[in-house]
Structures are given as structure tokens and as C-alpha cells.
């Protein structure tokens, strides 16, 4: 069992920057990719970035030189650090970790973001 439990969401104006962190706890000491998604009204989850137990991460275009993905193995968190934000960034933002061994996926409950014009 993981629980994840995310912070950091709120309101931020267009071209501001916003932290996300997400704490993991449970057995999370195997090696796992943890990242975000978000899910924007009436849209589908997509991913944001993701990063594994050794560094490697993946963005979504749309992230490619603003998001700043991050994890700290010893503490079990993951962060996202999200520069020159737009409005189309508005949307719930999940953590998310997934296990190579089972193939399984725990989410967290969300934190919404939300970028003022």
C-alpha cells in the first residue's frame, strides 16, 4: 500500500512560477518512476514529467524548459517546480508513482493549479 499525499497547488497569475510536492509514503523503497499528471476540466490526464530512482526524466512538450522535475530517494517525495505558467496550465495536478516489479500505479488525490490571465 502507498499513500501519496500532494501540497503546494493554489492561484498564481500568468508568467509566475509554482511549486508542487508530493510525499509518498508506504513501500516505496523499490525502484519506481514518480512524477505528475494533470487533468484539466473535461480533458484527460496527461502527463507532465515523470523521473525515476536514478534521475531520468521525461516531460510533456509543453513542459520542455519551464517544468523542473525532482525527487529526493531518501524522503520518498517528488516535486515539480513549474516556471512562466499560462492558463492552459490550469488543472488538477496528480502524483503519480509506478512500480517495474507489479507494473502498478498509485495516484495521489490532486492539488488544482490554477493560472489567472
Known amino acids: 500500500q502507498v499513500q501519496l499525499v500532494e501540497s503546494g497547488g493554489g492561484l498564481v497569475q500568468a508568467g509566475g512560477s509554482l511549486r508542487v510536492s508530493c510525499s509518498a509514503s508506504g513501500a516505496v523503497a523499490a525502484l519506481n518512476r514518480m512524477g505528475w499528471y494533470r487533468q484539466a476540466p473535461g480533458k484527460q490526464r496527461d502527463l507532465v514529467a515523470t523521473i525515476s530512482t536514478g534521475g531520468d526524466s521525461i516531460y510533456d512538450d509543453s513542459g520542455k524548459g519551464l517544468f523542473v522535475v525532482s525527487r529526493d530517494n531518501t524522503k520518498g517525495t517528488v516535486s515539480l517546480q513549474m516556471n512562466d505558467l499560462k492558463t492552459e496550465d490550469t488543472a488538477v495536478y496528480y502524483c503519480?508513482?509506478?512500480?517495474?516489479?507489479?507494473?502498478?500505479?498509485?495516484w495521489g488525490q490532486g492539488t488544482q493549479v490554477t493560472v489567472s490571465s
Open positions: 503519480n508513482v509506478f512500480f517495474y516489479s507489479t507494473q502498478r500505479s498509485w
